[in-house]
C-alpha cells in the first residue's frame, strides 16, 4: 500500500486526514502510533460493521428482479416507438426513404449518446436512484406526447399510415410537437439505461462478484425479452397503421416500469454519489505538468497517500498504486513547496487514489476504442441485413416474413446463448470479461463473412425484371444467430469490465461506455458507406451498396468489415494482455469528501 505522507524525522502517523471528529477520538488523548492505529481499526471495523449489517438487510436478488423487470418493461416500451420509427415518418410524416433513414440513425445515435449524460449527473451528484428516477419521468412524458400527438395531430384521416392510405401532410405544430415527443424518449431511455444497470449491481455487496456477473446477464436478457415483444406484437399493430394503440401500448409499459421502479424505494441499497470526477481527473494532469522536472521516488510508497482507512474521494475506496502511465505519480510527489502551504493544493499534490482514478479511464481507453468496429457489425442488423431482406423471397406458402422481423432470430440467439452461458459453460469454465469480448469480437467476424456469403448466393439467384432473388430470406437466420450469440459475449462482457474496472466514482460512466460504443458504431459506419460509396460509384459502376442491389456488391462490403474486424481483434489482443486491473484497497472505507489537512500541518502531529 502506498505509504501515507512521507516523514524524514519519525513524526507518528496523524489521527485522520478529516477536519470532522473521529468517532471516540475526542475523548482519548493520543499518546503513541500505537493508541494512533488502535482509534482508526475501531473507527474503520465500526464502519465495516455498519455497511454490512445494512447490506444484509437491504438489496439482494429480489431488488434486482424487480429492476430487470423494469428493463424488460422500459425497453418493450422503448423498441415499441423506435423499431419502426422509420415508417412512420415515411408513411405518416411524408419523408422519403434517405431523409427517414438519416433521421433515425440521427435519434439512435442520440438515444446511447445520451447515456453519458445520465453517467455523469449520477456519478457526480443526484445518485443512481434519482437519476433513474427522473429519466424514467421523462421517458414516460416523451411516450405520453408522443401518443397524444400521433392521435391529434398525425394520424389524418384515421387508419392512414398502413402503407396503403396515406396521411395527410402534417401541420408545423404537430412535426414540432413530434420531433419533441421523441427526443425526449431519447433522453430519458438513454439517460437511465447505464444508471440502471449499476444500480442493479449495488444491491449485491462489493465483493460479491457471481451475483453481479448474473445480474449483467440477466440484465441483458431481459432487454431482449422486451424488444421480442415489440419486434413481433407491435410491429404487427404498427404495420397494420395502429400506431396510436401502439405507442398506447408502449406508454402502458412505460408506466408500470416505472411504478414497479419505485415500489421498493426504502429496500434498495443505495450507494452516494462522489462528486463531479473531471475536476479531480483534470488535476490530476495538471499537477503532472507543474511537477513534470521533479524525479519520481524509486519507491511508490514514498507518494502522497492520505492517512487511515478513509479515501480522500467521496464515496470511493482506496486503489494501489499501479505500473501503468508512471509519469503521472509525479502528481503524487511531495515536494518542499507542498509541505510549506497553509493547504494541500489540489491542483499541485493529489493522492495516490487520485491518480489511479485518472490512470482507470486511460487504461480502459484503448479496450474501449476496440470494441467501437463490432458496434459497427451490430449496427447492421438494423440497416443492410434489412435492405438484404427485403430483395430476397420472403414467401412461405402463402405468409410473407417482413424483413425486419428477421431480427426475432437474432433476438432468440441472445435468449438462448444467456441460457446456455449461464447454466452450462459458467458452471464449469469462467472466461475473464476481456476474454468474453474477444470471443464476441470473433463471433461477430464469423457473422459478418455468413452475411457476404448469403449475399453471394443472393446476387446468383437474381431474376431479370424482378426487385426480389429466388433465394430464400431464411438464409439469414445464420448471420442473425451469430450476432446474437456474439452480443451476449461482448456487450456483457462490456458491461461486467467497465464496470467492474471503473473506480467507485465513476462506475455509471464505464456502463455508458457500452452504449456510446453502440453511438459511435451507428456513425462510423454510416461513415464508411459514404466513403465506399464515393471510391466504389464511379464512372458507370453503381458502387457497392447502390439504390438496387441487385446492381451492387453488399458482399464486399460484408467483407471489409469482416477484414477491418480482424485487425482491430489483433489490436484488441495486444490492449488485452498489456491491461492492469484495477486493485482496490478491500480495508478501506469510502470517503466523506472532505478537505484535506496540508502536509505541513500533518507533520505537527
Not at 278 to 307: C, D, G, I, M
Not at 570 to 578: C, E, G, H, Q, T
Amino acid at each position: 500500500m502506498a505509504a501515507m505522507d512521507p516523514r524524514k524525522n519519525g513524526y507518528a502517523a496523524p489521527l485522520n486526514e478529516r477536519d470532522e471528529d473521529i468517532e471516540v477520538g475526542e475523548v482519548v488523548e493520543v499518546q503513541d502510533n500505537q493508541s494512533v492505529a488502535s482509534l482508526k481499526s475501531n473507527d474503520s471495523d465500526l464502519k465495516k460493521k455498519t455497511n454490512d449489517d445494512d447490506t444484509k438487510e437491504k438489496g439482494g436478488w429480489t431488488n434486482a428482479l424487480i429492476l430487470l423487470g423494469n428493463q424488460g418493461l422500459a425497453t418493450l416500451a422503448f423498441f415499441g416507438v423506435g423499431v419502426n420509427l422509420v415508417l412512420f415518418l415515411t408513411r405518416v410524416m411524408g419523408q422519403g426513404n434517405a431523409e427517414a433513414a438519416n433521421n433515425v440513425s440521427k435519434w439512435t445515435g442520440t438515444v446511447y449518446m445520451f447515456s453519458l449524460v445520465g453517467a455523469f449527473l449520477s456519478d457526480s451528484y443526484w445518485g443512481r436512484y434519482l437519476t433513474c428516477t427522473i429519466f424514467q419521468i421523462i421517458f414516460v412524458l416523451g411516450v405520453s406526447l408522443l401518443s397524444f400527438t400521433s392521435w391529434f395531430f398525425l394520424i389524418k384521416p384515421k387508419g392512414c399510415g398502413d402503407g396503403n392510405f396515406t396521411c395527410d401532410p402534417p401541420s408545423s405544430l404537430g412535426v414540432g410537437i413530434f420531433y419533441l415527443s421523441v427526443y425526449l424518449v431519447a433522453f430519458g431511455y438513454g439517460g437511465h439505461q447505464p444508471t440502471l444497470a449499476t444500480f442493479g449491481a449495488d444491491q449485491f455487496g462489493e465483493n460479491d462478484k457471481t451475483s453481479k456477473a448474473a445480474f449483467f446477464s440477466y440484465f441483458y436478457f431481459a432487454l431482449n425479452v422486451g424488444s421480442l415483444f415489440s419486434n413481433t406484437i407491435l410491429v404487427y399493430f404498427e404495420d397494420k397503421g395502429l400506431w396510436t394503440l401502439g405507442f398506447l401500448v408502449s406508454l402502458g409499459a412505460a408506466i408500470i416500469a416505472l411504478a414497479a421502479f419505485l415500489g421498493p424505494t426504502k429496500r434498495y441499497r443505495y450507494v452516494k454519489p462522489c462528486g463531479n470526477p473531471l475536476p479531480r481527473v483534470a488535476q490530476v494532469f495538471v499537477a503532472t505538468v507543474r511537477k513534470w522536472s521533479v524525479v519520481r521516488p524509486a519507491n511508490h510508497q514514498e507518494l502522497y497517500e492520505v492517512e487511515g482507512p478513509e479515501s480522500a474521494i467521496k464515496g470511493s475506496r482506496k486503489i494501489f498504486h499501479s505500473s501503468k502511465f508512471l509519469f503521472l505519480d509525479r502528481a503524487a510527489v511531495i515536494t518542499d513547496d507542498d509541505r510549506s502551504g497553509t493547504r494541500n493544493n489540489a491542483w499541485r499534490l493529489c493522492s495516490v487514489t487520485q491518480v489511479e482514478e485518472a490512470k482507470c479511464v486511460m487504461k480502459m481507453l484503448p479496450i474501449w476504442l476496440c470494441t467501437i468496429i463490432y458496434s459497427v457489425i451490430f449496427t447492421q442488423m438494423a440497416s443492410l441485413f434489412v435492405e438484404q431482406g427485403d430483395v430476397m423471397n420472403a414467401s412461405i406458402g402463402k405468409f410473407h416474413i417482413p424483413a425486419a422481423s428477421m431480427s426475432v432470430f437474432d433476438i432468440c440467439s441472445v435468449l438462448i446463448s444467456t441460457g446456455i452461458y449461464r447454466h452450462v459453460i459458467f458452471p464449469y469454465v469462467r472466461p475473464t470479461e476481456l476474454m468474453r469480448m474477444g470471443i464476441g469480437l470473433i463471433i461477430g467476424i464469423m457473422a459478418m463473412v455468413a452475411a457476404g456469403l448469403t449475399e453471394i448466393q443472393r446476387l446468383r439467384r437474381i431474376v431479370p425484371g424482378q426487385a426480389e432473388s429466388e433465394l430464400t430470406i431464411l438464409w439469414q437466420i445464420p448471420q442473425y444467430v451469430l450476432v446474437g450469440a456474439s452480443e451476449v459475449f461482448m456487450y456483457v462482457g462490456q458491461l461486467e469490465f467497465f464496470n467492474g474496472q471503473s473506480p467507485d466514482g465513476l462506475k455509471n460512466l464505464g456502463s455508458s461506455l457500452c452504449m456510446a460504443s453502440m453511438a459511435l458504431g451507428n456513425y462510423v459506419s454510416s461513415m464508411m458507406v459514404n466513403i465506399v460509396m464515393a471510391i466504389t460509384a464511379r464512372g458507370k459502376s453503381h458502387g457497392w451498396i447502390p439504390e438496387d442491389l441487385n446492381e451492387g456488391h453488399m458482399d464486399r462490403f460484408y467483407f471489409l468489415i469482416a477484414v477491418l474486424a480482424a485487425i482491430d481483434f489483433v489490436f484488441y489482443l495486444v490492449f488485452a494482455k498489456w491491461y492492469q486491473p484495477i486493485s482496490h484497497d478491500e480495508d478501506s472505507i469510502k470517503g466523506t469528501g472532505v478537505k484535506r489537512k496540508a502536509i505541513s500541518e500533518l507533520d505537527q502531529v
